[in-house]
Nanobody
Framework: QVQLVESGGGLVQAGGSLRLSCAAS???????MGWYRQAPGKERELVAF???????NYADSVKGRFTISRDNAKNTVYLQMNSLKPEDTAVYYC??????????????WGQGTQVTVSS
């Protein structure tokens, strides 16, 4: 079983930056890693993901502002958030997911970290 622990959230003013980290207790080398967020009263949405080969994808709302990266040696995934907007306020969750071809399926979630962007 893999545990994911997010950190780096906090309160920032609009236009500011934060860097979120997701530390895994086991190897993430073969995992697809993602960041999700959920605001009060809204459904959880995908923010960005990165596959084992390094290919990334982003929600339209964060393109050009957020960057996802991974350090497999440290079993850690990052989300650099720049030019933050009040609309980015949410709890951000880290996710590790097996690929379609993986012999053993899994879907792990962290506990979340709060990001609040003030006007």
């Amino acid at each position: 079983q893999v545990q994911l622990v997010e950190s780096g959230g906090g309160l920032v003013q609009a236009g500011g930056s934060l860097r979120l980290s997701c530390a895994a207790s086991g190897s993430i080398f073969r995992s697809a890693m993602g960041w999700y967020r959920q605001a009060p009263g809204k459904e959880r949405e995908l923010v960005a993901f990165i596959i084992s080969g390094g290919l990334t994808n982003y929600a339209d709302s964060v393109k050009g502002r957020f960057t996802i990266s991974r350090d497999n040696a440290k079993n850690t995934v990052y989300l650099q958030m720049n030019s933050l907007k009040p609309e980015d306020t949410a709890v951000y969750y880290c996710n590790a997911r097996s690929t379609r071809i993986a012999p053993v399926k899994y879907d792990y979630w962290g506990q979340g970290t709060q990001v609040t962007v003030s006007s």
